[in-house]
């Protein structure tokens, strides 16, 4: 017989998604939640500093063990599988989708809508800037709608980003500073940013946001049972009903015992490629696409946004290491302009030091030593590199997909995702156009500040990743409702990255939050609501910003 | 140095419980013969830069000694955004670096009939640039196309002009020069302003001009 969990909901995985549902629902409801994450628990904080000596010095992986070896697939974006996921090392920065993200169909005959827009999502943005400490500024109101301040105030602009804004308002372009995971203020129990200036891969004393703080909180409060190194190998279907009746996982510790969690509800949590890959893996004779893929959607729709960048050199001097992962953000380019061919993209600015960094030989090929070696290094760096990026949108394909590799096999012996990158047709039309525009956005904007174009190129990968899920009112195209559920099976919801159904123009982690805050509304439901009043686990400091 | 058994067990009895502790997937820094520190020494003299003083010399090779001395081979390096490969540090590059460090010695002798250590620095540094155009300018191994992020981090694919990844320096001189040009003092050094790159700083101080180090040592 199996070892029997029961609870009443079964979150499967522990990223950050899964972090803010649980804190939620631990607030609001009178369930029993159960957590479970196939990776290993994260490092404590006491060993980040030297964890960050060994990544500085060495390049070292500051996380320890943070992958299963034989989990993984070709094309896969990321490695990263232990309590907290990707987020652990992710660089805490924190824009939302903009409203015309979510419409990009009936504003402009391109891509698919989702079945929310932004003002359904907007109170949920806030409390996903809440819950993990969002500090921002507002951008101006027409570009950047919230209905409330940032939790905290924003990161101060550097000495260098000033510089660099002086140019970016030369060029016209409205640019302010970058919403980030980061503490500008002491909040929630963790400390002022100190410019440590690694918050990806790893932020020394906390003041970045990673989901282990939630976690640990949680944990501290009994507020739910989180268990590690267990990984769910499929859910099964009860027989007669649609209704999931058990996930069943090996424990990585006890590999020959057989250990099944029976829940109410079913929560997958598992990002854009081992959600699907759990659903299309739990086939079975009665379901033999994989669970809640009816539609045969399971997998599909893979989405993110491509990048377009560019290192300009200009005649200013700036000092590059004040703080280099923080950068000047516009929501200038959301909207296309009237008559125009389709183009969206963000726009970021930063501080670099590339092509100003010491060389070993000179421009004649003489080995440089000694004060030779310092000079030419002074000398170059007179003037000042920009690093300028914009991230476009990419309309997904349905055969962007994640499909189960019948080659490849996991160590338990399931097959493999196997995934494939796929722009629609529409996306492929509109890439050289897209391209090129952002392009001459560079060179304006390399002329306007009478610089140079150093370097510029295009990252072909898709940055972000979501979708596999996606969401929608029709179970005929999508796999999920707007709150998560699945179409086919009442009691299992999908959460966060896998259900959205587009990759937008920026870093999507925020808005992954708010859906899965939105998603755990209905989560929640059918569970009593706490009598007293919430008595939170966050513990944000007063801060006084207005 | 030889490390005995007696050595070598001592140390690892006293490594391993610590590294389970703080990561358990790290692999241990493994007993190897350091290298020579007075050649080291005479190397960093000739190469890095006369700003430093004697004091800041000394400092800087001392450091690159214990950055040799906690290189782990074979670990697992970073891995972030953008790829699913997992990639590790290079081999052990002292024995290559302490073989260079002997021919340095016996081509001083060879040239000059005394030490390296003892023949003065623009020998040296002609020593050393026959030494670095001899030895092959390696490229990283690793086949992935360079993303932005990994170019604005430094992690761009080498020119034959760019100061190399420390560990895959193929040459010790160049080992020395990419350590010291790593460090934040280096940045300060260069830019004469008090940047302070990679340190924990106040968050507020960010929006001023980095202090001019001279006016700070003044």
Known sequence: ?546 | MAITRRTFVGWLAAVAPASRAWAGARQPVLPTAPLDPALVRAVGDAVLPSALGADGMRRATDAFQTWVDGYRPEAEVNHGYGTGTITRTAADPRPRWTQQLTELEAEARRAHGKGFATIGVGDRQTLIRAAIDASAQRRPAGGRTPSANDIASGAQPQTAESLPEIARAPHVAIAVLAHFYESSEATDLCYEAEIGKNQCRPLAAQTQRPTPLARRRG
């Open chain 1, 1 to 546: 017989m199996p070892r029997t969990i029961e609870c009443d909901i079964c979150i499967i995985g522990s990223g950050i998604s899964a972090a803010l549902i649980a804190e939620k629902l631990t607030e609001e409801r009178d369930a029993k939640v159960v957590v479970v994450e196939a990776g290993d628990d994260a490092p404590s904080l006491a060993l980040r500093p030297e964890s960050r000596r060994r990544f500085r010095a060495y390049g070292e992986n500051p996380w320890g063990i943070d992958h299963i070896e034989g989990l993984t697939a070709d094309n896969i974006q990321s490695r990263s599988m232990m309590v907290g996921g990707l987020a652990m090392h992710w660089g805490g920065v924190t824009p939302r989708f903009s409203p015309e993200d979510f419409r990009v169909k009936s504003l402009y005959g391109v891509g698919n809508d989702w079945p929310m827009t932004y003002d359904d999502l907007e109170p949920f943005f806030q409390e996903a800037e809440e819950r993990i400490g969002v500090a921002g500024e507002q951008g101006p109101k027409a570009l950047d709608p919230r209905s409330k301040p940032f939790p905290m105030p924003a990161l101060p602009l550097t000495w260098n980003l000033a510089q660099l804004k002086q140019w970016t308002d030369k060029c016209e372009i409205p640019m302010w500073s970058q919403p980030s995971a980061k503490n500008s203020v002491v909040y929630g129990g963790r400390p002022v940013c100190c410019r440590n200036d690694t918050c990806s891969p790893v932020c020394p004393i906390g003041a970045k946001y990673s989901p282990d703080f939630t976690w640990n909180r949680l944990r501290s409060a009994k507020a739910i049972e989180l268990m590690p190194r267990t990984l769910v190998k499929r859910l099964v279907v009860a027989e007669g009903s649609n209704r999931i009746d058990r996930a069943e996982a090996v424990n990585r510790d006890r590999p020959n015992e057989s250990l099944d969690f029976r829940a109410k509800v079913f929560v997958v949590a598992g990002g854009y490629a081992w959600s699907p890959h759990l659903l299309l893996v739990s086939r079975s004779s009665r379901f033999p696409n994989g669970v809640a893929n009816r539609s045969g959607h399971v997998g599909k729709y893979l989405t993110g946004h491509r990048n377009v960048f560019a290192f300009i050199s200009l005649p200013t001097r700036l000092y590059p290491g004040l703080n280099e992962q923080h950068s000047l953000v516009t929501k200038a380019f959301m909207r296309p302009p009237k008559g125009e061919k389709y183009v969206r993209h963000d726009l970021r600015v930063w501080e670099s030091s590339v092509n100003r960094r010491p060389r070993l030989r000179g421009d004649g090929g003489r080995v440089l030593l000694g004060d030779e070696l310092l000079s030419d290094w002074r000398a170059r760096t007179q003037q000042a590199t920009t690093r300028v990026r914009a991230y476009y949108d990419v309309i997904p394909d349905r055969w962007s997909e994640l499909v189960l590799d019948d080659v490849k096999r996991s160590p338990w012996g399931d097959p493999l995702p196997k995934i494939t990158w796929r722009d629609h047709p529409e996306s492929v039309e509109l890439r050289a156009h897209t391209e090129d525009r952002i392009k001459q956005l560079f060179a304006r904007m390399a002329k306007t500040g009478d610089g140079q174009i150093m370097r510029m190129g295009v990252d072909d990968f898709q940055d972000h990743p979501a979708g596999g899920c996606r969401m929608g009112n029709d179970p005929a195209t999508s796999v999920v409702d707007g709150y998560g559920r699945a179409h086919d099976h009442e009691n299992l919801f999908v959460v966060g990255a896998p259900t959205c159904v587009s990759g937008g123009c920026a870093n999507g982690t925020l808005t992954f939050l708010a859906i899965s805050l939105r998603q755990a509304t209905m989560i929640g439901r059918d569970f009593p609501a706490k009598r007293a009043a919430p008595k939170s686990l966050r513990t944000p400091e007063p801060h006084g910003h207005a």
